[in-house]
């Protein structure tokens, strides 16, 4: 069965840092990847996403995350954060000719002054 | 372009009644919409799958009598909550998939776009 895990439920950086959150998928067929941000209270708004091609893929506001087969990794990375940044970051994988895309538990990213 | 809006964006019911939300993608044309469920501080849990014009299909555990999905256009998708109870209270967010898989500024067969979400609260 397919799954999404994100290793680290809380995250704190500091402001300027660069930033690393992980994600580890499971997956039969080749996995369509994915990394949205939730501010409190909101919806969620998609930062990047995989397909094919590419294996390090850009995204909204200075996010870039990698693919990486091997390791089954899709690992969003910053190379320097923002105090706007925090907020809940979840990663999800779904597959070509399924409806669904399933979702990690998500990190919460805290930032320092 | 593909913007999904939920109204309302807050609900407070009282248990035992019934709340309706409402899911509108308002510049493309869903095919699919999606509801899910997010208590505090947690993930996103997949409710049901809507089709315009079918039946939802809803995910296991989840009570198909107790949340009422109708596809009815394109364009809306309504979520109703029936005698609704505090323990219904939680973030519903609802998502769409376009028509066609390409539109302005999204490509490829998943592109989900969601809904800024509505928080019920039952008392």
């Known amino acids: 069965a397919q799954s999404v895990t994100q290793p680290d439920i809380h995250i704190t950086v500091s402001e300027g840092a660069s930033l690393e959150l992980r994600c580890n998928y499971s997956?039969?067929?080749?996995?369509?990847l994915f990394w949205y941000v939730q501010s409190p209270g909101q919806g969620l708004q998609l930062l990047l996403k995989?397909?094919?091609?590419?294996?390090l893929v850009q995204g909204i506001k200075g996010f870039e995350a990698e693919f990486k087969r091997s390791q089954s990794s899709f690992n969003l990375r910053k190379p320097s954060v923002h105090w706007s940044d925090a907020a809940e970051y979840f990663c999800?994988?779904?597959?070509?000719?399924?409806?669904?895309?399933?979702f990690g538990k998500g990190t919460r990213l805290h930032i320092l002054p | 372009g593909a913007v999904v809006s939920q109204h309302p964006s807050w609900v407070i019911c009282k248990s035992g009644t019934s709340v309706k939300i409402e899911c509108r993608s308002l510049?493309?044309?869903?095919?699919?919409m999606f509801w899910y469920r997010q208590f505090p501080k947690q993930s996103l849990m997949l409710m049901a799958t809507?089709?315009?014009?079918?039946?939802?299909?809803?995910e296991q555990g989840v009570e198909k009598d107790k949340f009422l999905i109708n596809h009815a256009s394109l364009t809306l998708s309504t979520l109703t909550v029936t005698s609704a109870h505090p323990e219904d209270s939680s973030f519903y967010i609802c998502?769409?998939?376009?028509?066609?898989?390409?539109?302005?500024?999204?490509?490829?067969?998943?592109?989900?776009?969601f809904g800024p979400g509505t928080r019920l609260t039952v008392t």
């Open positions: 995989y397909f094919s091609g590419d294996t």
């Open positions: 998502s769409a998939r376009s028509r066609t898989r390409w539109i302005a500024g999204g490509r490829g067969p998943h592109e989900q776009y």
């Open positions: 999800a994988v779904g597959a070509l000719g399924d409806d669904k895309i399933i």
């Open positions: 997956y039969g067929a080749t996995p369509y």
């Open positions: 510049d493309f044309q869903a095919t699919t």
């Open positions: 809507s089709n315009e014009g079918s039946k939802a299909t809803y």
